[in-house]
């Protein structure tokens, strides 16, 4: 019997109705009817990669955007044929899309879940109306709310939020109420991200031209802490810096209690070997690949794969990738193709790691380079340690309550 | 080609007057270079130049030019740089010509290195041909300027000539005027050779390659040759001249101008200034050198890592051939560890300085807060000279300290007296004279602590006049002041590299403005970092760089891994001009935050 490699599918679907004001994914506005021959597209490359790659082991699918919602159903069920038909997607595989609020309806929504797409990742970002507007999102807050309650209607149990802090002039009050009002709609998952000013956006002129304040990182801070204090208040587990999944009531580790993040050496009542999907069955199973630096494959124009030893990308602009499909019947072209030699995946897989609250483990480290944590990275260790950022016992590290707001300090160390 | 048809000559001008405009005009013109290769400002070859716009290094070039007359001369064009800051370019270019162009902006007129250039070549008895630049400009004043030049220089306002470098018009009678009125070189060809080392540069295969004005004899390269202030013999490697690249000719004859390869490796057995014969038949005497340039300036010069040490006196050592007027010797701090103090013309020459030594030989360098030379009197009447703030004795056996005061002559339009006055007196100077240029325009005269001049004065002067003030200077002597060192304190610790001299009266409001201008420029540490400045012991300012707070909570998927390693790798290679103490890193611009404190 072949032992079939596994990896994360991702399908970039790139095209929005509109392009928010921060925005500087790979996605267009004005090119939905390019839609069909896109999809026909990625069919292609997944039929190319099925040849390339072998009946891959998919554990998890996830439509990433762009707003894959804008997809048909007709055409989101013949992406996963030929998925289903080159791969071997498991019988339990995660199957996440994203969605925006104002981009479904009920209908469309039990279209996807009788497909068998298993997790909604919904962009609400903001309870208010005027961040929302500020932000260039195209749907209000009712409308988001509307969106869950189909989702539910439609029968997802697993479904996720985007929120978005840091925006210009916001009050650390305004993102309480944010935060209540995503928690009354009982997510099993939450995403907050620091807004992030990105070079060439709208919200970066209107910043650099003072029409807008630019955001306080310190407040930013502080609204990090608020949001680590509620969600763990409201039984969220911190599992990634910026990811929170509901704990499992039941979960299989007796005494716990969710925590800010993951409970402190003298209070912890897990054993160091506890993995994220033990603590939450909601934790996001495709981006724990990311951040475990394990293999995927993506697809689609401008998409990232690490898959054999290298990462590399797909062309970016949908036209380009679609022509780049018809014509070459081997390979879609790939761009910035990078050969990761060991001590890059070393730091990568510190770097992704230490973003989660399971950490980087010695054993699991051990067993892929060969050599330990402690041979590899002795000194760095150390002296983050003694800095009171990282948390290090010779078996596990992982990020400190401090760490997490200085991550790309820590991170630095290992690169 | 024989003496007479030979012109050695250089562009003089106050800065941006367009001197390399001109040269590029005249490289044309002569198809010294063919109009395809033809970029502008051609001899600012730099890139520092370039980015700047500036010309930092004098360039010469030979050209064929053929006379109405129908005889071939053979022209050898020095373009001098105008920046105050390199009049030691300017003054060795001057001993390898006999004539010089004087250009003079149309619009602008006569201006501070106007005058001071044309004193250096008047000095060293150069003829001197005067030039009204940028007559197409809609400002232009030609004939304004032409007769101002006409008076300074005794001659008749038509002999002036009025000419457009960019436009390119009456680049002709340039050239006529360089052969007709210009005089040939005087030197003996059939004496023993003594050529003139005017500048040089190191080439990793050549060796130092010295730049000649040939005076007496003949260069060829079969002949040993013979330094004669240090000794040194050698055989040259390549003798040629510069087109402007260079050019093998295998010799050089009384009047020319052009480059020996020396083939020489240790930089120290040649100097500019010294006089090349031959070891066979050496000449008895030496040509007359260069007067030892004099910084204004003194700054340490660290590496960022230590082990670089060794990198950076050879690089100093090799930059020194190309830069006469840099001077260097060891230091040591407690903060820095092992570094050099360096002297400077001023602080572009230092900035140039440091740029190049980065860009050219790779180092990553701190400079430290720029001081002037002060003369300590101790209470055994000893005179020490201080170029360093942490060098200051204790002041228990201080008597006295002098400092440099400097004769400053400001050139401005009458309008803008007022705002000048203020800006000088502010800063201790004494006024002293008004002179009239003419109806609008004044020179006024000052005399005014070096130190309180290196500190952006130039600037303030521009922008208090719009920038039509110009600014020359000369030293004046050494005078008594109330003066005191003012400690730097960086989480608690003295950073001796910080410290720095002012006087009495200003030690309070300066220390408030320096602890808040650091504070602005010390990037947020994972701990609050106190800094504090103090005299004598006692803290007379206090200000605090909080902690960082927060590094970038940005999310990661797939797609942003490559990018965001590749960011981190720079944010861990980009730590350029950053230094560790202990747990707190200080970047450049905190060294040289004293120079901005006018600033808000
Ligand atoms: N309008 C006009 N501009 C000119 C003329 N000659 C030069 N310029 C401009 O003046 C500026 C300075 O010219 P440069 O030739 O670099 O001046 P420079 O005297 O060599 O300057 P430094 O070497 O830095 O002292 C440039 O922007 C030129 O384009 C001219 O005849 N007319
Ligand atoms: S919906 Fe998402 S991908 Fe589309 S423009 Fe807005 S932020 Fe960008
Ligand atoms: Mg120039």
Known sequence: MTIHKPAALYMHIPFCRSRCAYCDFNTYAGLEELIPAYVTAVCREIEVAGERWGRLTVPTIYFGGGTPSLLPLDLVRELFQVARSRFYVSDDAEITLEANPGTVTVGYLRGLRSLGVNRLSLGVQSAHDDELRLLGRIHTWAEAVEAVEWAREAGFANLNLDLIFGLPAQTLARWHQTLEAALRLSPEHLSLYCLSVEEGTPLERRIASGALPAADEDLAAEMYELAEEMLAEAGYFHYEISNWAKANPKSQIPNYKPQKWWPEPETRSLKHETLSEEVSPYVCRHNLTYWRNEPWLGVGAGAHSWLGGRRWANVRHPREYIAACGTSCQLVPHQEVEEIDRRKEMGETMMLGLRLAEGVRDTRFQARFGRGLEQVFGAELAELQDLGLLEWNGRVTRLTARGRLVGNYVFAHFV | ?600
């Open chain 2, 1 to 600: 080609m024989d003496q007479t048809h030979i012109r050695n000559f250089c562009l003089l001008a106050h800065i941006d007057h367009g001197k390399s405009t001109l040269a590029d005009r005249l490289l044309e013109l002569t198809d010294t270079i063919p109009a395809r290769q033809m970029t502008e400002q051609v001899l600012d070859s730099m890139e520092l130049e370039r980015e700047k716009g500036v010309t930092i290094k004098a360039s010469a070039v030979r050209m064929r030019y053929t006379a109405t007359d129908g005889e071939e001369y053979e022209l050898n064009l020095i373009d001098t740089p105008g920046h105050v800051d390199f009049s030691y370019e300017v003054s060795r270019a001057l001993a390898a010509c006999e004539g010089a162009l004087l250009v003079v902006d149309a619009a602008q007129g006569i201006e501070a290195q106007t005058l001071a250039n044309l004193y250096l070549a008047l000095e060293a008895d150069l003829e001197i041909v005067p030039v009204v630049n940028k007559i197409d400009l809609a400002s232009a004043r030609p004939d304004e300027v032409a007769l101002e030049l006409a008076e300074l220089l005794g001659v008749e306002p038509h002999e002036v000539l009025r000419v457009s470098a960019k436009e390119g018009w009456g680049i002709e009678q340039v050239l006529k005027a360089v052969v007709t009125r210009l005089p040939p070189p005087r030197g003996d060809p059939n004496a023993p050779l003594r050529a003139l080392i005017f500048d040089s540069h190191y080439d990793p295969y050549k060796g130092v390659v010295a730049y000649v004005r040939v005076v007496d004899g003949v260069l060829v390269q079969e002949e040993p040759l013979l330094l004669m202030a240090t000794g040194a013999e050698t055989e040259p490697i390549e003798v040629g001249i510069f087109t402007p690249e260079m050019n093998p000719t295998e010799r050089l004859n009384a009047g020319e101008v052009g480059y020996v390869a020396t083939g020489l490796k240790t930089v120290r057995e040649c100097h500019v200034g010294d006089t090349l014969t031959s070891a066979l038949h050496p000449a008895s005497e030496p040509l007359p050198g260069y007067r030892p340039v004099k910084p204004m300036v003194f700054a340490g010069l660290y590496p960022v890592v230590n082990e670089d040490y060794n990198s950076l006196r050879s690089a100093l050592e090799k930059l020194q051939l190309n830069d006469a007027a840099l001077v260097f010797e060891p230091e040591t701090s407690q903060a820095l560890q092992f570094g050099f103090r360096c002297g400077f013309l001023g602080l572009f020459h230092m900035e140039i300085v440091q740029e190049r030594l980065e860009r050219e030989y790779g180092l990553d360098l701190i400079a430290t807060a720029p001081s002037v030379a002060y003369q300590v009197v101790t209470r055994s009447g000893e005179i020490v000279e201080v170029a360093s703030p942490a060098d200051l004795p204790d002041p228990a056996i201080i008597e006295e300290i002098r400092e440099p005061w400097m004769r400053i002559q400001v050139f401005t339009p009458a309008d803008y007296i007022g705002p000048v006055m203020e800006l000088i007196t502010r800063r201790r100077g004494i006024y002293r004279t008004t002179e009239y240029l003419d109806s609008q325009r004044v020179v006024l005269t000052y005399e005014m602590p070096l130190s309180e001049m290196i500190v952006d004065l130039h600037d303030r002067l521009k922008s208090a006049t719009r920038g039509y003030a110009s600014l020359d200077y000369t030293f004046d002597g050494y005078r008594p002041g109330d003066l005191v060192r003012m400690d730097i304190l960086v989480n608690k610790q003295p950073v001796d590299a910080l410290a720095l001299i002012v006087h009495r009266d200003q030690a309070y409001e300066k220390g408030s403005r320096l602890v808040r201008k650091m504070k602005e420029v010390i990037p947020r540490q994972l701990f609050k970092v106190p800094i504090q400045a103090a005299v004598g012991g006692r803290i007379v300012a206090r200000a605090t760089v909080s902690a960082l707070r927060k590094d970038v909570l940005a999310k990661c998927y797939g797609g942003d891994v490559t990018r965001k390693r590749k960011l981190l790798e720079r944010q861990k290679a980009g730590k350029k001009r950053l230094k560790q103490f202990g747990r707190v890193v200080i970047p450049q611009d905190a060294f040289l935050a004293v120079l901005r404190l006018d600033e808000d």
